[in-house]
């Protein structure tokens, strides 16, 4: 199979991150290996980097999500919503070669293209406060 882009290889995260949240038994490395064959994608670096690197840091994106979510625990956040939450946070926080802008502007294309279209706003305001706390902490 041919390599991806960056935005399929984005997708493909978001999917491992979404099936995660309805296999809560099973281990990420068991997610990711059943995932990969069952929709045959290919060995690709950020996937792998970004996938395992946000359920490294779970509890810390959370509490991220959870200062910018309006009261709203990540848990009363839509599983696709929330999934795209976290793969972007993670970008901003972890991943300098990716600009912050275009981290926001695809986790939006995943919701608006994946859940219910009222939690666009939502998602960007909670992706806008993380991004500006995000930015501060790094000064």
């Not at 069952?38 to 980097?49: G, L, Q």
């Not at 970004?50 to 840091?57: C, D, S």
Request: aromatic share 10%; with cysteine; net charge negative.
């Amino acid at each position: 199979m041919a390599a991806i882009t960056r935005k399929e290889a984005r997708a493909q995260v978001f999917h491992l991150l979404f099936e995660t949240e309805f296999h809560t038994e099973a281990s990420p490395e068991e997610i990711y290996a059943l995932s990969q064959e069952d929709r045959e994608f290919v060995e690709d670096a950020y996937i792998r980097r970004v996938y395992f690197g946000v359920r490294e840091h779970l509890a810390e994106i959370d509490e991220i999500m959870a200062r910018h979510a309006n009261g709203w625990k990540p848990s009363r956040i839509t599983p696709i919503s929330r999934s795209a939450i976290r793969l972007c946070i993670f970008e901003m926080k972890y991943m300098d070669d990716i600009p912050a802008a275009v981290s926001i502007n695809e986790a939006i294309e995943l919701v608006k293209t994946y859940d219910d279209p009222k939690m666009r706003t939502f998602v960007n305001g909670v992706l806008h406060g993380a991004k500006t706390e995000l930015e501060e902490a790094a000064k």
